[in-house]
């Protein structure tokens, strides 16, 4: 049984081991039968698993018919139908049972924390706790054969400082005709958070050379069509009551336009109606050098281990209330165990499935519903250094804000580039190394209605990608054609990005909702936390892991060392830059010194006190986005 169990973990897990037999096909059937079982019980109750194993060598002791014994045998093995069946059965029956806690036996190794997952939000929170206790121990494990190799990877992502200076979908526009900058200001505020544990770390001499993964690039909106054009207005107005949009240029004007981005002008009909917005705060980022960085600093501390290709298989919970987590390497199949006092589940796209693993009864709400992106890409130089922009346009009727166009300027590996994009792609998988299982093997009792819940309110969603998924090359070069009229097809390449992994919640009322942002869904004694979610990804992971502390580590964010500390890193913690135009400028100033940024706007208060009515009462609708 432990054989069979085996192959197929690595099969349906996406790997490439085979079962070598030459009558393999006569026991498909029993081969999905027995793989359902297994990857019913890894989802739903994987600390159950040793129940099955030991259910199924029972069947195999005492049961020794033949009925199958030529379609699949190893050594003295064999299993026929009714043996197949029983142990299917056996699987979903032990899914039932209680929970029982970890084997009392050590585990090969002990620590303080655990991060699952070798990307931007594990790496950040490596570097806040080593920041905050300095003493202890943290072990991680990645996958793939290197840190940031999934959604960190620059390639993988848009690479944009999300700080709501350009996206449209975070200043919604309300019933009664006003803009509600509420979600704008709640982002832009993340992000000043990033900025200065970023400074404060290359201070420190944890990051390095910052050109290599921060850089100056204007943020703009751009829009054609009279509706469209006085949205924009509307919301430039709006935002001026903030300080935190300081800067920010509208023009209408095709000559100014032209100043700003001279390719997206270049053939235009100078006839059609046009605005735009432009602001100086923009910047093109490049994750996955933050995290490479990140965990190289990392290395050189005694009390931390990585550990890639490394795959976690189970994830149990001990007696004593640690976690006894267990992994495979796969270069050579061992098998090792670790025991952690907290552990981060930061593994994007996979964090659904290892929550599940875990057992724990506040991952019971949640789904994930996976979207991947694409997007068209110019190397020429002739291109590429003629367009310093990141233009954000906005999304047709009925479509949802993922639809969103973009033409990025992008620093990759220290090299220049321009991304247009990104079209929706549709996977089962939920990582762009995943299996394309993960979709139905993350589908469990507790989520299957939510799932079919927002399938049917989110209708919107469903025929936008369907649409997508019907493109031809000419199609997305006529929408690239929008936005620079003059491109030539024969230099654009189409590159697959990553995959995004849209949070599906449960919801008394309409059965399941899916939510915009990330979501940390940790256990009620916050021994164990993961992180859920896409939008707005990796630009506010400083934030996001503060807010990981702030919910694990309670008594600990409240003591005077950990205060005094979280401020010494990020002198605006606990403050609404938004409310103090002042701090705003010393952040500003004091950032832009350590990341070599271009010295910040003036902030003009008369334009902020004159601003009236620039914020509602009313809710933004929350809305999915790719965070691409």
Known sequence: ?????????????????????????????????????????CVIAPHKFKTIISLGKDVIKNDKGNGLTDGFSHDNFTMNRRQVLGTAFAGLAAAALPGVPALAQSADKQVDVLLIGGGIMSA??????????????????????????????????????????????????????????????????????????????????????????????????????????????????????????????????????????????????????IGATWSPLGTDMEFGEITRQFV?????????????????????????????????????????????????????????????????????????????????????PDVTMLHLAKAYGKASVGSPPMSVPHLDTRVIGGKRVVLFGPFATFSTKFLKEGSYFDLLTSTTLSNAWPMMSVGIDEYPLVEYLAGQLMLSDDDRFAALQEYFPGAKQSEWRLWQAGQRVQIIKRDKDKGGVLKLGTEIVSAKDGSIAALLGASPGASTAAPIMLNVLEKVFKDKVASPEWQAKIR????????????????????????SEHLQLPTPPQIDMAAINAASGATTSEPAVKRPDMAL
């Open 296 to 380: 190289a600093h990392l290395k050189t501390q005694q009390n931390f281990n990585l550990q890639v290709s490394s795959e976690v298989t189970a994830i149990e919970r001990n007696t004593d209330g640690t976690w006894r987590v267990t992994y495979s390497n796969l270069k050579d199949d061992s098998e090792r165990t670790v025991d952690a006092k907290f552990v981060f589940v930061g593994a994007g796209g996979g964090a659904i499935h290892l929550l599940q693993m875990s057992g724990i009864p506040e991952g019971d709400d949640y789904a994930g519903f996976p979207v991947g992106g694409s997007f068209l890409v110019n190397e020429n």
């Open 568 to 591: 010494e890193i990020v002198p605006s913690y606990g403050t609404k830059l938004n409310a103090d135009p002042e701090k705003v400028m010393q952040e500003w100033a004091y950032t």
């Open 124 to 273: 950040t929170l490596g570097v806040w706790l080593h920041e905050l206790e300095p003493t202890w121990s943290i072990e991680m494990l990645e996958r793939l054969d290197a840190v940031a190799l999934e959604s960190s990877n620059g390639w993988n992502n848009a690479g944009t400082g999300h700080s709501a200076l350009a996206e449209l979908n975070y200043t919604p526009e309300t019933a009664n005709g006003g803009i509600d900058i509420s979600k704008a200001v709640e982002i832009n505020e993340a992000f000043q958070i990033s900025r200065q544990f970023w400074a404060w770390q290359v201070r420190n001499g944890v990051l390095k050379n910052p050109r290599s993964f921060i850089n100056h690039t204007p943020h703009m909106s751009f829009v054609w069509g009279d509706e469209n054009i006085s949205y924009l207005e509307k919301r430039y107005e709006a935002l001026k009551a903030s300080p935190l949009f300081a800067g920010m240029q509208y023009s209408s004007d095709p000559e100014q336009i032209k100043k700003w981005v001279p390719l997206m002008m270049e053939g235009r009909d100078p006839g059609q109606k």
């Open 1 to 41: 049984m432990s054989q069979s169990v085996f192959f197929l973990r690595r099969n349906f897990g996406g790997q490439t081991e085979r079962c070598g037999h030459p009558k393999f096909s006569r026991c498909l059937v029993s081969h999905i039968l027995t793989a359902l079982s297994y990857r019913m019980v």
